[in-house]
């Protein structure tokens, strides 16, 4: 009994260490890049990221959790402009979202602060392509170099991937609808 005993530890501490290994295979950054054409102007493109009010329309989160509460700066457009949010769904929480540089008909990039998580950024380019725009939304972060970090990022990387491509759709929506 005591060799049975042994040999499901010896196992147990393989298995763990074989799950510490394969994670340093991982990367140590997570980046996830989504795009979309958009047959629009380029100014109707742009103005659904910039002016955040756009947000409430198609913003995965928001369609995640309809309930939750947006507050806009005044002006809610442009590079300094940010939304506060507050959510009753635990994952979502409260937190800012604010466009920290903006540069018209190119490039958005936002900085992202939600309690109990490091603060995050990711951009929005705009590319012509013919009478399209490509709409791209990047996000990448260091993640470090602690195994259950890389774990928790693939994760997060599959989840964001689908919320970006819910978002984009809800833009292009929107941006060819009106």
């Known amino acids: 009994m005591k060799n049975f005993f042994k040999k499901i530890g010896i196992w147990i501490g393989v298995a763990l260490l074989a799950i510490i290994l394969i994670s340093f295979l991982f990367p140590t950054t ?3 890049s989504r795009s979309i054409e958009v047959n629009a102007p380029a100014d109707r493109v742009f103005d659904q990221v910039n002016d955040l009010r756009n947000w409430e329309k198609w913003s995965p989160w928001k369609r995640m959790d309809p309930t939750m509460v947006m507050t806009f700066s005044n002006p809610p457009v442009g ?3 940010f939304y506060k949010w507050e959510s009753q769904d635990k994952q979502m929480g409260k937190g800012t979202l604010t466009l920290v540089k903006v540069t018209p008909y190119e490039e958005i990039v936002t900085a992202l602060d939600m309690e109990d998580w490091p603060r995050s950024s990711a951009t929005f380019t705009f590319t012509h392509k013919g009478d399209a725009i490509l709409l791209t939304w990047t996000m990448q972060e260091r993640i470090g170099s602690m195994p259950w970090s890389r774990y928790m990022a ?3 990387k599959s989840a964001l991937k689908k919320q970006f ?4 759709k809800g833009i292009k929506f929107y941006t060819e609808k009106s």
């Open 154 to 156: 693939l994760m997060m």
């Open 79 to 81: 590079q300094g402009a």
């Open 30 to 32: 997570l980046k996830v």
């Open 165 to 168: 491509d819910d978002g984009l």
